[in-house]
T-cell receptor, first 115, second 109 residues
Framework: AAGVIQSPRHLIKEKRETATLKCYPIPRHDTVYWYQQGPGQDPQFLISFYEKMQSDKGSIPDRFSAQQFSDYHSELNMSSLELGDSALYFC??????????????FGAGSRLTVL | RKEVEQDPGPFNVPEGATVAFNCTYSNSASQSFFWYRQDCRKEPKLLMSVYSSGNEDGRFTAQLNRASQYISLLIRDSKLSDSATYLCVVDDSWGKFQFGAGTQVVVTP
């Protein structure tokens, strides 16, 4: 079965550079979530989209932005990168609440290292 | 205070033994509850969903206690491959998933 696809898997950037992460959710999943996970921490919710509209916002820095496109893929744009942005970034998608259980399925993650 | 709290780890478990740990949630309106397993540097993967009074899947049993607002996970006959961090995830009924900090389980030979 198709899973959540994230790219790139690994990314190395310098401070103050920009980075873009991409996420392709499971087909027909209507909600996409972005999470940031630092070493030894649980995933921290950044932002989510439902049917291409932002549905919720968590602890996403102002330097970050995200959007969901017409084909339902999502991109997380990070600017003015800081050392503290080094983390695993997970994208997850979930099923339509009206169609069944709302279960999160995660992508393999994008590991960002800021030098 | 986090909305979802988990037993601190690590739980060091001899191979073949049973281990159980809990997760408490603060939002009484929460409807769906999940246990995810996360291996180091990997994505969380769904282990079990817990919808009503609990469910069992092989060596894993999850229980839900709505009155006391907690769920539990029990692992019987622990295997070395069960070593991981177990994340409790709660759907707060508004479509927002709340995560616990995770419970680390280390199964030793």
């Amino acid at each position: 079965a198709a899973g959540v696809i994230q790219s790139p898997r690994h990314l190395i950037k310098e401070k103050r550079e920009t980075a873009t992460l991409k996420c392709y959710p499971i087909p027909r999943h209507d909600t996409v979530y972005w999470y940031q996970q630092g070493p030894g921490q649980d995933p921290q919710f950044l932002i989510s989209f439902y049917e291409k509209m932002q549905s919720d916002k968590g602890s996403i820095p102002d330097r970050f932005s995200a959007q969901q496109f017409s084909d339902y893929h999502s991109e997380l744009n990070m600017s003015s990168l800081e050392l503290g942005d080094s983390a695993l970034y997970f994208c997850a998608s979930s099923f339509d609440r009206g169609s069944g259980a709302n279960v999160l399925t995660f992508g393999a993650g994008s590991r960002l290292t800021v030098l | 205070r986090k909305e979802v709290e988990q037993d601190p780890g690590p739980f060091n478990v001899p191979e073949g033994a049973t281990v159980a740990f809990n997760c408490t949630y603060s939002n009484s309106a929460s409807q769906s509850f999940f246990w995810y397993r996360q291996d180091c540097r990997k994505e969380p993967k769904l282990l079990m969903s817990v919808y009503s009074s609990g469910n069992e899947d092989g060596r894993f049993t999850a229980q839900l206690n709505r009155a006391s607002q907690y769920i539990s996970l029990l692992i019987r006959d622990s295997k070395l491959s069960d070593s991981a961090t177990y994340l409790c995830v709660v759907d707060d009924s508004w479509g927002k998933f709340q995560f616990g900090a995770g419970t680390q389980v280390v199964v030793t030979p």
